[in-house]
């Protein structure tokens, strides 16, 4: 979405209705630019109310993030928080931050993201203002081995936050969050560095706070939003702060002590802990088990006819047998 419909956006942030004309005056562009951008924001899912010889105003209101007041909240924390209006990534963009030197603690979130992604390419659909989008990007001393259970980790600190406020979030291994069995969000890691340390990860994660009509049409699979299974209703900027601050602890202790002592919370997270699961594995092959838990190396332990197996996370795929 195009820098100028984020500006009319804001323009109309208030509620009222604002003339064609006033809003062409004060962005300084023709009233044809200000059509064109009221039906960008149209097509990307924004209400828009046109009252004939009035003006235009919002039919709802749009949960922009405060960043002045999250860098304010999590400064203390050591994070540094940039927010974008529009990114096709946010993992892909802080890629390209870390690569030029960005410090540990930077974290880029999105208004609007619009090539999100999930595990093995796949799309995370999100809409404006709508979702929380973010990558964090933290520095390790470690070999990359030693990140193996970063996805795992990052998980407990979510759900710790969410819980927080009575979301009965659980986890699915490696890297779904989800609510009730319905997927409310995801975490993509990506490492770069020397295979001996130092190494960094960005830690990107989708979550859905309000999910639109045309989100729920694009996912293929049960999903759920915050907005509809918390107890009151809270602000993106509310949720990131609490996540990001949940996120600082338990990337200190991992970064301390690795994923061990985060093992047991994890596995009181699992959403298939002890239950008959399937894995689909990269080449097709299925394997039938019941899920123990996990090992100190974040890998998953499943009970079969044959023994007891470790997977790694890789290009599997975990779901309940039908
Ligand atoms: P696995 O269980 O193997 O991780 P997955 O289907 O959960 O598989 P991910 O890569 O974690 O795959 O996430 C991408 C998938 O998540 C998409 O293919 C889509 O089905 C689903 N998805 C995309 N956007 C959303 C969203 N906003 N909320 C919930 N689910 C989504």
């Known amino acids: 979405m195009r820098t100028l419909t984020f500006a ?14 006033t809003l062409a005056r004060g962005l300084a562009v023709s009233r044809g630019s200000i059509w064109n951008a009221l039906n960008e924001a149209r097509a990307a899912g924004v209400r828009v109310q046109r009252v004939h010889g009035r003006g235009y105003r919002l039919r709802d209101r749009l949960d922009w993030l405060d960043a002045e007041r999250i860098h304010a909240a999590v400064a203390a924390a050591g994070l540094s928080v940039r927010v974008r209006d529009c990114c096709p990534s946010t993992n892909a963009q802080m890629l390209i931050l870390a690569e030029a030197g960005a410090p540990s603690g930077t974290v880029l979130a999105a208004e609007m993201q619009t090539h999100g992604r999930g595990r093995l390419g ?19 001393d470690k070999p990359i ?18 819980r927080e406020h009575a979301v009965d979030a659980q986890l699915k291994w490696p890297n779904d969050l989800l609510w009730h069995e319905c997927k409310l969000g995801g975490i993509l890691i990506e490492v770069r560095g020397d295979a001996l340390g130092p190494c960094l990860a960005v ?36 949720w990131l702060i609490d996540i990001l601050r949940a996120l600082v602890d338990v990337l200190r202790l991992f970064d301390a002590r690795g994923f061990a002592p985060l093992r047991s919370e994890w596995s009181s997270y699992h959403v298939h802990q002890d239950r008959a ?11 039938d088990g019941i899920a123990l838990g996990i090992d100190a190396d974040a890998r998953l332990l499943l009970s079969t006819p044959d023994g007891v197996r470790a997977l790694h996370a890789g290009d599997v795929s975990l779901r309940a047998q039908p």
């Not at 799309?123 to 520095?139: E, I, N, V, Y």
């Not at 081995?145 to 969410?162: K, M, Q, W």
């Not at 989708?206 to 729920?216: A, H, P, Q, S, W």
């Not at 699961?277 to 394997?287: A, C, F, N, S």
């Open 145 to 162: 081995a030693g990140l193996a259970g970063l996805s795992l980790a990052t998980g407990v600190a979510i759900v710790r936050a969410l």
């Open 203 to 238: 830690i990107g994660v989708g979550l859905n706070v309000r999910l639109g009509d045309d989100e729920k049409r694009r996912i293929d699979q049960p999903a759920a939003d915050l907005g509809a299974v918390a107890a009151a209703a809270r602000s993106r900027s509310d």
């Open 122 to 140: 796949r799309p995370w659909h999100s809409g404006l203002a709508s979702a929380l989008t973010f990558s964090l990007l933290w520095r390790f």
């Open 8 to 21: 009319v956006l804001r323009r109309l942030a208030d509620g009222e209705l604002h003339s064609g004309q």
């Open 277 to 287: 699961v399937r894995l689909t594995l990269p080449d097709g092959e299925r394997i």
